[in-house]
């Protein structure tokens, strides 16, 4: 089963006196961290719903002020955490665009309909992602994103034209 959060930020310190903190960037969009109004936090099993006063961005990151905490030892208890939205809750991209998490599970197959399998991870890289798919016989197949020729999320597929013996 999808889990039905994405995370979008981590905690890395706090900032100021006020009990800001101090956070990465996990999102390729910016506005999935600087349009919410709170976050799931989350650190093992532990998740935590927090409302947000107010974001802001600084140099490579962002500070945000979390509704209830005030000082910043409060803030430090949090570093680690990461700050988490549900899928809902993500900026919508433009039609033919996916996430990363929506890919995971489709089925892949040749351009001539042959099934290779189903994506089980997506790898990021320099160049481009490599999808992890999983083949008959519990065998890894790795599939540059480079070779995908249609995604259709309404049939849970994706057709890949690969070159003869990589697959």
Not at 26 to 37: A, G, H, P, S
Not at 96 to 113: H, N, P, Q
Not at 133 to 157: D, Q
Request: with cysteine; net charge neutral; hydrophobic share 40%.
């Amino acid at each position: 089963m999808k889990e039905e959060f994405a995370i979008v930020s981590k905690i890395l310190d706090s900032f100021g006196l006020k009990g800001e903190a101090k956070c990465s960037i996990e999102t390729d969009i910016l506005e999935n961290i600087t349009k919410q109004k709170a976050f799931y936090l989350r650190k093992g099993e532990k998740r935590l719903f927090m409302e947000v006063e107010y974001i802001k961005l600084h140099h490579k990151g962002v500070i945000v002020k979390f509704k209830g905490i005030d000082t910043p030892e409060a803030v430090k208890y949090f570093r680690g955490w990461f700050l988490e939205v549900r899928y809902e809750d993500l900026v919508p991209l433009e039609k033919g665009k996916f996430y990363r998490f929506e890919l995971i599970g489709m089925k892949v197959c040749s351009a001539e309909g042959k099934e290779i399998g189903v994506v089980e991870d997506i790898m990021a890289t320099a160049a481009h992602d490599i999808y992890v798919v999983k083949a008959e016989g519990n065998r890894e197949v790795l599939i540059p994103s480079v070779f995908v020729k249609s995604i259709e999320k309404n049939k849970n597929l994706i057709t890949v034209e690969v070159p003869e013996g990589l697959v």
